[in-house]
T-cell receptor, first 121, second 114 residues
């Protein structure tokens, strides 16, 4: 089974430019998450898709960030215009729900991609 | 709200020595707890997780962690460090085992000295 794929692996852009990051989750995984790690700080949640719907976008830092997941498959995260403080590593993760026979929800857990290192200069 | 505290941003051990990476959490509900490892230039790899049941959890590469509810801790241990264990380790907590966001600690960088 292919893992979670992110590209590009690295991106260096100038302040004010636009960058689009892409994440291909494991096929069939309904849940897709974006996280970010700014240098020296913890990995922080950005948003959560369930299929094509945004379940939780409470971690998005501001309206310069736009995430989409068309058709519930791959997702893109666009930063426009990029600022210096947007530099960091952007991680994507996916997971798949299942239901126990008792009707309680469960999950097989999260699988992370290798991340995109974004440098804004 | 949930939070994770990892004591020590950098830990150094000698090869063959015990590895102990500390993690304390706060959660208003029974937590799901995870340890991830990131090797240089790679993504986050799951080491182990606690969901329910046995509080001592064994993971990959000889690591294990024990969930102690009374101490709100989930420390990661390995009896004997290998050079290949040098990496950054992240403790994380979630409300569920996969369909809610993870909350991460700041990470601990482990160095192994020959």
């Amino acid at each position: 089974e292919a893992g979670v794929t992110q590209f590009p692996s690295h991106s260096v852009i100038e302040k004010g430019q636009t960058v689009t990051l892409r994440c291909d989750p494991i096929s069939g995984h309904d849940n897709l998450y974006w996280y970010r790690r700014v240098m020296g700080k913890e990995i922080k949640f950005l948003l959560h898709f369930v299929k094509e719907s945004k379940q939780d976008e409470s971690g998005m830092p501001n309206n310069r960030f736009l995430a989409e997941r068309t058709g519930g498959t791959y997702s893109t995260l666009k930063v426009q215009p990029a600022e210096l403080e947007d530099s960091g590593v952007y991680f994507c993760a996916s997971s798949q729900d299942f239901w126990f026979s008792a009707g309680t929800p469960g999950s097989y857990g999260y699988t992370f991609g290798s991340g995109t290192r974004l440098t804004v200069v | 709200a949930q939070s994770v505290t990892q004591l020590g941003s950098h830990v150094s051990v000698s090869e063959g020595a015990l590895v102990l990476l500390r993690c304390n959490y706060s959660s208003s509900v029974p937590p799901y707890l995870f340890w991830y490892v990131q090797y240089p230039n790679q993504g986050l790899q799951l080491l182990l997780k606690y969901t329910t049941g046995a509080t001592l959890v064994k993971g990959i590469n000889g690591f294990e962690a024990e969930f102690k509810k009374s101490e709100t801790s989930f420390h990661l241990t390995k009896p004997s460090a290998h050079m290949s264990d040098a990496a950054e380790y992240f403790c994380a907590v979630s409300l569920t085992s996969g369909n809610t966001p993870l909350v991460f600690g700041k990470g601990t960088r482990l160095s192994v000295i020959a």
